[in-house]
């Protein structure tokens, strides 16, 4: 069945630095969501990419859909405490009616 | 903002009994989803549901599983005899169109001994 992941597994960064997680899917999808899950909370809507190649901003975010719509990447540029969380990719399982959650990219933000 | 809302946040049960979680989805939305998350772990697909009647369901989602939407708001996810590895939380989420951004509830965590 379908496979979504995504690396790394976990990222401590220095306040300020910049992070990256890359999430890689074994099939082409139609379209990949991000959230952000802070500690103790829920996941929590952040964007949806959903032509080939595209890139989307939000303030220190950016967000890239591959040109094969099977991998993609968020980027947080001078990372803040408040980006503190689980950032997980999603994209639909082989259904509309299905949508798959990668493994997560757990950040940590020292201040 | 509306919300999705989970009752209840927790519930500590013993093996084999019968557990009711609720959802209130967002009040205009048409897609429905259970959703678990052991800790730490992934967030798993439990079971989408549209048109009053399951759409997709994973391989969780077995026989002692079942999902109601019994009054027009409320959508319920029964675990009929739970187990130990049943401990999880629950996270009920909506959604106003076909692959659209899904709406997460604040989760159930529950607790099975």
């Known amino acids: 069945g379908q496979q979504v992941m995504q690396i790394p597994q976990y990222q401590h960064v220095q306040e300020g630095e910049d992070f990256t997680t890359y999430c890689n899917s074994s099939?082409?999808?139609?379209?990949i969501q991000w959230y952000k899950q802070r500690p103790g909370g829920h996941p929590v809507f952040l964007i949806q990419?959903?032509?080939?190649?595209e890139v989307k901003k939000q303030k220190r975010l950016t967000f890239q859909f591959g040109e094969a719509k099977k991998n993609s990447s968020l980027h947080i540029t001078a990372t803040q405490t408040t980006d503190v969380g689980t950032y997980f990719c999603?994209?639909?399982?082989?259904?509309?009616?299905?949508?798959?959650f990668g493994p997560g990219t757990s950040l940590s933000v020292i201040p | 903002e509306p919300e999705v809302t989970q009752t209840p946040s927790h519930q500590v049960t013993q093996m084999g009994q019968e557990v009711i979680l609720r959802c209130v989805p967002i009040?205009?939305?048409?897609?429905f989803y259970w959703y678990r998350q052991i800790l730490g772990q992934k967030v798993e697909f439990l079971v989408s549901?549209?048109?009053?009647?399951?759409?997709?369901k994973s391989e969780i989602f077995d026989d002692q599983f079942s999902v109601e939407r019994p009054d027009g708001s409320n959508f319920t996810l029964k675990i009929r005899s739970t187990k130990l590895e049943d401990s999880a939380m629950y996270f009920c989420?909506?959604?106003?169109?076909?692959?659209?951004?899904?709406?997460f509830g604040e989760g159930s965590r529950l607790t099975v001994l």
């Open positions: 999603a994209g639909p399982g082989g259904s509309y009616d299905k949508v798959i």
């Open positions: 549901f549209y048109n009053n009647e399951i759409s997709e």
């Open positions: 009040s205009n939305h048409l897609y």
């Open positions: 990419l959903v032509k080939s190649g």
């Open positions: 989420a909506s959604s106003p169109t076909y692959t659209g951004e899904l709406f």
């Open positions: 099939t082409t999808l139609s379209n």
